[in-house]
């Protein structure tokens, strides 16, 4: 990807995308000098200004506006720069993303800036998602588990980050794992994380009341958006933890981009971002956008988060609508007799199709060791998806990443 892209590039961005709005160029004294009310709303902060919208993640007393940046499946650094340049001040990445690139990117574009004008969030697997810990335990463990972080350390060019995570986690004995709790808490005491926090996309309500009842975190990144069938739940366990002082990060906020696999039918993405930033208990939002049309549709949200009739409608709340989003219920799981990891292929399947990462595809199917027609012994599939997903055709479909080559992808 280049530093133009749809007709607009960082220049042009930077002098007209987001005219009006008080965050242009000035990321530095944002999270310090913007003060919404207590309802955090767009009139709280002041909407006669265009003043952005800051909320304060938990008992951290860091002060984030409520769009901040994913940057996942970015892969051009100008965008980013632009981002922060624009008045977004937190940027979320991950020790695997993009084989490592993702935090080396981070690394170039943040060089040279000051150390308190951005924020940075950074997530490590437990042994419950990544393979070279399973089966460690105790010291072992934690200190496989400190060495990749380090090792983002030394990418994103830190002596330390914002969040650290614990990430993926679907059931609550992953966040109750005393090893990974020690390990994380060695990682604050020594200075190289701020605060320790955990990342869920699926079982979300009892990960977080799990993640609550350890007392031992700070922060929580979890999936929400408005196609949630369990929506409601996720919302009753959010305001539960954000009164027990915990930080609430939003993601998974756009629920695939498209309606979709054809891309004819886009998810109304304002429309979608402010349906979750009106749970006042979510401080932020990490929308990933790669281009600088996408950073302007996003982040124009940062000084208005009202829901309109419209924006109502184009969510289709009273649908069943199933778009590219999969929820990660598991409920098709039971039903399928060769125990594929269904969940995780449907969200590759929305990297490749949704968010139009294929390398992040490619490296999910790759990690879950599934055959390379896993359902062709299959005469009909008995998998059956709650929102109404062909699984069988979605599983044959994203399982061809699996005869290309990893590199083909670097």
């Not at 695939?256 to 039918?265: C, F, S």
């Not at 349906?275 to 990933?288: E, M, S």
Request: proline share 5%; net charge positive.
């Amino acid at each position: 990807m280049t530093g133009k892209d749809n007709g607009l590039n960082r220049r042009t961005f930077l002098r007209t995308g987001l005219t009006g709005l008080a965050a242009l160029g000035a990321a530095p004294g944002l999270a310090k000098a913007t003060t919404p009310g207590p309802a955090g709303t767009a009139q709280d902060a002041g909407a006669a200004g265009a003043k952005p919208i800051v909320r304060t993640l938990g008992k951290t007393g860091l002060r984030i506006p409520v769009v901040s940046m994913g940057v996942m499946n970015a892969d051009n650094p100008a965008v980013v720069r632009a981002a922060l340049d624009a008045g977004i001040t937190f940027l979320d990445t991950a020790h695997g993303y993009q084989r490592g690139r993702n935090e080396e990117m981070i690394g170039q574009v943040i060089a040279g800036r000051p150390r308190d004008s951005y924020m940075i969030a950074t997530k490590v697997p437990g042994p419950q998602r990544d393979r070279t810990l399973q089966g460690l335990s105790g010291e072992p463990l934690q200190k496989a588990f400190l060495d990749m972080f380090d090792t983002s350390l030394k990418r994103l060019g830190l002596g330390h980050v914002e969040i650290l995570y614990l990430h993926n986690n679907s059931a609550p004995e992953h966040v109750q794992n005393p090893d990974m709790i020690e390990a994380l808490q060695k990682a604050k005491k020594a200075g190289k994380c701020r605060f320790t926090g955990i990342t869920t996309h699926s079982n979300e309500p009892a990960v977080i009341r799990a993640t609550t009842g350890t007392k031992a975190y700070d922060v929580i990144l979890t999936a929400y958006n408005f196609k949630q069938d369990h929506r409601e739940e996720v919302r009753a366990a959010v305001a539960e933890a954000a009164a027990a002082g915990l930080g609430i990060v939003a993601m998974k906020t756009q629920a695939g981009a498209y309606w979709d696999k054809e891309k004819q039918q886009k998810i109304n993405m304002r429309a979608a971002l402010k349906w979750v930033l009106n749970d006042a208990n979510v401080t932020t939002a990490i929308p990933g956008f790669t281009t600088f049309d996408q950073l302007k549709e996003d982040f124009s949200v940062v000084t208005d988060i009202t829901l309109t009739p419209e924006d109502l409608a184009d969510l289709r709340l009273g649908e069943q609508a199933a778009g590219l989003y999969c929820q990660q219920c598991g409920q098709c799981v039971p039903g399928c007799p060769k125990g594929l990891p269904i969940p995780d292929l449907m969200r590759s399947y929305m990297y490749a199709y949704g968010y139009r990462n294929l390398q992040a595809a490619h490296e999910l199917v790759a990690s879950l060791g599934v055959e390379a027609e896993p359902c062709g012994s299959c005469e009909s599939c008995t998998a059956v998806c709650v929102k109404g997903f062909d699984v069988a055709n979605r599983v044959r479909d994203i399982s061809r990443l699996r005869a290309v080559p990893g590199d083909f992808f670097a």
